[in-house]
């Protein structure tokens, strides 16, 4: 189990390797913005990590992030909750202006198959 915690907010047991946006939705009850569905292009999905933020990040995600010039902010669908992290939510439905959250996640990272880099 990891432990995800929202800044400001409670902490909630998580099954190691989740995806923390899943995670975000599932565990925690936020109403995370993942508009893409977790394929890693909207990054509507984007959090700000206070403690735990991992080293690696996916190909797609450095990609995207890189392509947007967004710095400061993680992808929560390019993430798992493979340790204890502390997280800033930064996107959310309330207050969006959109219709819904986004589509289904699904259970493994997308898009396949995931390489990791280095963070940045
Ligand atoms: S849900 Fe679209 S980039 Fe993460």
């Known amino acids: 189990m ?37 394929k890693g292009r909207c990054t509507t999905c984007k959090v700000e990590m206070v ?11 450095a990609t995207v992030l890189s392509e947007r010039g967004l710095e400061g902010i993680r992808l929560s669908c390019q993430m798992l909750c493979d340790r204890d992290m502390t997280v800033r939510v930064v996107s959310r439905l309330e207050g969006s202006g959109r219709s819904d959250a986004g589509g289904a996640v ?4 997308e ?6 880099v280095d963070r940045g």
């Open 2 to 38: 990891a432990k995800l915690t929202i800044e400001g907010g409670e902490s909630f047991d998580v099954a190691e390797s989740k995806r923390l946006v899943r995670a975000l939705v599932e565990d925690a009850g936020v109403d995370q913005l993942h508009a893409c569905g977790g």
């Open 111 to 116: 898009p396949a198959p995931v390489e990791w």
């Open 106 to 109: 699904a259970d493994e990272i």
């Open 51 to 61: 403690e735990g933020e991992p080293d690696k990040m996916t190909k797609a995600e």
